[in-house]
């Protein structure tokens, strides 16, 4: 009797404890279940062009990037249709333009959804720039902590041409709620290209072109700000070499700007134009150069609503739906976009092809000025 009272006792310790085992290994699944349902995977921030090049490296986990992560509109079709309205002579709110804390309200995230935004960001060790318009935010920080972050690995691979980039060997994830358009700056495949401009040693000086295109406007730009559009700091601008252009043309300028403060940049051909020829035509202005990822750079002039006219002789052919839809804010902000067709003189659709993941080139964005296809010819008067 005594031993199967034991029995009994065993059996019941054996099968509580089986069942606390698998209680507590069905909890831990579905804890683990749960996790993974949280996480967030994108679609197409990679191609497969990307993802067939040779890898070369790993990228070193301290190296430091900076990412723009740009929200989903909720109201696409509302933020289309005001920016039409801003730009449609005949709407009743043709140039009521809104500021970037108004576009916040009308278009952005909630404060609540944006700060959740914001503290992932913290929460996985990056910096965090917020953004006017509560629909993009900025995050840098080292290599380590973003491929944890955003689980993905980062690698140095081969171009067709031989030249190296660096992207992440799967699509992104992140454990966000939010539903995230776009994250910019996780690769460098499609790099920016030079649009084309007069020369060193070229034919025309750039106060050649105020002469012939406004000969008899007396405004100097006093009062007004430039942004330029600069895409790459290897090929900026040297302030030295700006001043020494402005003696040769007998004008003061300016010191330029920089946006972020502080870049340090390497004095190119294109850059030095860019700033040079925007001088010619109003020596008075000042210039603001912003420099980045593409998406980086838009959202960092759409913050500036005290800027009117924003120039680029740049060109990029991996635009998505968060830079139309910052191209739409700066629009409905009334802030003038001028980008230039490029070397091929006037852009016409086709001209370039999409790529597999639908993504644009640059000259496709809504309520932007495109510049080119034009011819000059001047008489020795200047004229």
């Known amino acids: 009797m005594q031993e199967k009272t034991h029995a009994r006792k065993a059996a019941f310790v ?7 085992f698998l209680g507590f290994t069905l909890l831990l699944s579905g804890q683990f279940a749960g996790a993974s ?8 921030q990679l191609t497969q062009e990307m993802l067939n090049a040779p890898v070369v490296g790993r990228v070193p986990p301290t190296t430091q990037l900076t990412l723009t992560i740009g929200l989903v509109i909720k109201n696409m079709t509302g933020l289309t249709a005001a920016a039409d309205q801003a730009s449609d002579p005949k709407s009743p709110s043709y140039r009521k333009y809104l500021s970037p804390e108004q576009f916040a309200d009308q278009f952005g995230a909630s404060p609540a959804d944006y700060q959740t935004l914001l503290s992932w960001g913290s929460s ?8 006017k318009n509560r629909f993009v935010a900025t995050f840098a920080g080292s290599v380590a902590d973003i491929e944890k972050a955003l689980d993905i690995q980062l690698s140095y691979r081969k171009r067709p041409d031989g ?7 799967v699509e992104p994830s992140l454990e966000l709620a939010l539903p ?3 994250i910019g700056g996780l690769e460098n495949f499609i790099l920016p290209k030079r649009a084309g401009g007069s020369g060193p040693g070229g034919t025309y000086q750039g106060m050649d072109y105020r002469h012939a295109y406004a000969p008899s406007v007396t405004l100097t730009g006093a009062g007004q700000t430039i942004g330029i559009f600069m895409a790459s700091t290897s090929d900026g601008f040297n302030q030295i070499d700006i001043n020494s252009y402005a003696t040769l043309i007998n004008q003061s300028f300016l010191p330029v700007q920089e946006v972020p403060a502080g870049t340090v940049t390497t004095a190119g051909g294109e850059g030095t134009l860019d700033v040079d020829m925007a001088l010619s035509m109003a020596p008075a202005a000042q210039i603001v150069g912003f420099f ?3 998406t980086e750079i838009l959202t960092n002039m759409a913050d500036r609503s005290d800027i009117k006219q924003f120039t680029s002789s740049w060109t990029w052919y991996n635009g998505t739906t968060t830079d139309t839809c910052l191209m739409e804010e700066l629009a409905l902000q009334g802030q003038s976009f001028f980008q230039i067709t490029g070397d091929a003189a006037a852009y016409t659709m086709g001209m370039f092809p999409t790529y597999s993941r639908g993504t644009l080139d640059c000259r496709q964005f809504p309520y932007i000025t495109l510049v080119g296809g034009t011819s000059l010819n001047m008489s ?3 004229t």
């Open 163 to 169: 030249t190296q980039f660096f992207a992440p060997n």
């Open 180 to 182: 995230v358009e776009h």
């Open 37 to 44: 349902d949280r996480r967030q995977h994108l679609k197409g």
């Open 124 to 131: 996985n060790h990056l910096a965090v720039t917020a953004h």
């Open 380 to 382: 020795d008067n200047g």
């Open 14 to 20: 054996w099968e509580t404890a089986l069942a606390l």
């Open 292 to 294: 980045g990822d593409h």
